[in-house]
């Protein structure tokens, strides 16, 4: 075993065929026992459930090498969580808590070659996913499923230095209320396709989201939660029922209260408190950047801009950072249970 012969520090985030894949098939009521694999193609039928009414769920976590050379991931319980919660809304059935870990581990373990070692800023991003793969015709749940782990090696989020980046709110909604954009399903990032395609095309990184019912209230972007720092350095989070419960942003509230010691307020965020100017930071956070700082959001031409600016993070968001990572990393002591061991 050896490491794969990659430029580690120059990898971007894409998609690269690695050795083994672990898959589990759902039939008759029962989960088989689940293996890793070889084959990176899947054979389904034409009128497969995901094919017809987009019945597919997944998760996103990371592996990496820490400052003492083990292979580890962040909090893989939360993801197995989140994806049966998933499960559940869309009429699947759940792939067990304590197998999806299993899986995890096991699928990292058979592709260690591909961790990025440390220092390298890249990690390898690991993807589990479930989908309806009989045929359905009438509406209706599939009755067979497939459960999926595949792993690629992604480069570093902030290739020199993260900058602020400048979002727009969206004139589209992401979630509807009672609707499904508190679980990760596929069906959610489909319908914001070409709200990010229309941002990119007019210079914004990112959409920022109201909420779907008055409009008035911040929810997140495509795929990252957001977070606020107030006057007094404390953090604000804002709080809605669609909004998808980001891993990193619960870490973050957490290394927040406990390490860092600010007062953190989960709570309905209004855009017009936004212009008000009562925010001094403003981040995004998920998997991929764990905190990336935004300078700017323009609502329609009207530019809101925080205090910390727009060439780098500001102090706050920083400390945040440069400790979930440090904690991610061994480089900090972490909570018990944050970070599982695989080889
Ligand atoms: C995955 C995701 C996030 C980030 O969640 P993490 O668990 O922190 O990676 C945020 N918002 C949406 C819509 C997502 O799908």
Redesign the pocket.
């Known amino acids: 075993m050896a490491k794969k012969n990659i430029d580690w520090g120059n990898i971007g985030f894409g998609y690269v065929v690695t050795d083994k894949r672990y898959v589990s098939y759902y039939k008759g009521g029962t989960w088989d026992d689940g293996a890793l694999i070889e084959d990176d193609k899947i054979v389904m039928s034409e009128d497969a459930g995901v094919l017809q009414y987009s019945q597919s769920v997944f998760e ?1 976590l990371k592996a990496y090498t820490t400052e003492d050379g083990h292979i580890v991931c962040f909090r893989p319980d939360l993801n197995a969580s989140r994806m049966a919660e998933s499960a559940r809304r869309l009429e699947m059935p759940v792939f067990p808590e304590d197998r999806f870990i299993d899986a995890v581990k096991q699928t990292v373990k058979a592709n260690q070659d591909w961790v990025p070692p440390y220092g390298t800023g890249a990690t390898l991003y690991i993807r589990p996913y479930m989908f309806g793969i009989s045929p359905v015709i009438g509406v209706n749940p599939a009755e067979e499923y497939m459960f999926r782990i595949f792993v690629t090696p992604v480069g570093p989020y902030f290739k020199g230095g993260a900058k602020p980046i400048v979002v727009r709110i969206s004139d589209f909604d992401r979630a509807a209320p009672r609707g499904t954009g508190h679980i ?1 399903a596929g069906l ?1 990032y489909a319908m914001s396709l070409h709200a990010i395609v229309d941002a990119h095309k007019k210079g914004f990184a990112e959409n920022i989201y109201l909420d779907p019912a008055t409009r008035t209230k911040i929810e ?1 972007t ?4 957001i977070i606020f720092v107030d006057h007094d350095g404390n953090l604000v989070i804002p709080a809605s029922d669609s909004i ?1 419960p ?4 619960r870490s973050i509230h957490y290394v927040a209260e406990h390490y860092l010691g600010l007062k953190v307020t989960e709570r309905e965020v209004y855009l017009s408190e936004v212009k008000e100017g009562k925010f001094v930071e403003c981040g995004l ?3 991929a950047a764990v905190v990336s700082p935004v300078g700017i959001i323009n609502d329609h031409g009207e530019e809101i801009r925080f205090a910390s600016g727009t060439e780098k993070m500001g102090p706050v968001t920083q400390k945040l950072y440069d400790t979930l990572t440090g904690i991610q990393m061994g480089r900090i002591e972490a909570p018990e249970g944050w970070i599982v061991k695989i080889c």
């Open positions: 996103g990760k959610n997140e495509g795929g990252a939660n998808l980001s891993i990193t942003r956070c998920g998997t």
